[in-house]
């Protein structure tokens, strides 16, 4: 896998800020407590390492449904491991904010180029 395009994405299921949240425990029909083992294994940071694909992050700065803290702890990650990436934060966008007409060309502009430059490597 040469790149990855993550669009207003859970990154860390253990933290305290989602970890409750209740779409968390009917996915996996537990709840955090119960299994933490669980939601840290299915938490993209802990798997992120020096062998990592290149990374697009896309989140609106006022998403109510995911935390753009999720983005942002990611982003720390792929720093951490020396992992390319791009790291658009989109100001005023909630969550799903590349589906309106006025924000989607440049959204997949961004996605275009980014694959182009990944992709071909």
């Known amino acids: 896998m040469n790149a990855v395009v993550a669009l207003y994405g ?4 253990t933290d305290p800020t989602v970890k409750d949240f209740y779409w968390n425990e009917l ?3 537990m709840k955090y407590e119960e299994a933490p083992k669980l939601y840290r294994e299915a938490s993209p940071v802990t798997h992120v390492s020096k062998e990592s694909p290149a990374t697009l992050l896309l989140h609106g700065t006022i998403d109510t449904i995911v935390p ?7 982003v ?5 491991n020396n ?4 790291y658009a934060p989109f100001k005023g966008g909630y969550h799903g904010y590349d589906l309106f007409k006025n924000t989607s060309p440049g959204v997949m502009y961004l996605i275009e180029e980014f694959l182009a ?5």
């Open 10 to 13: 859970w990154s860390d299921l």
């Open 68 to 74: 753009i803290s999720q983005a942002e702890k990611l």
């Open 27 to 29: 996915f996996f029909g």
């Open 76 to 80: 720390k990650e792929l720093e951490a």
């Open 117 to 121: 430059e990944y992709l071909a490597k």
């Open 83 to 86: 992992v390319p990436y791009v």
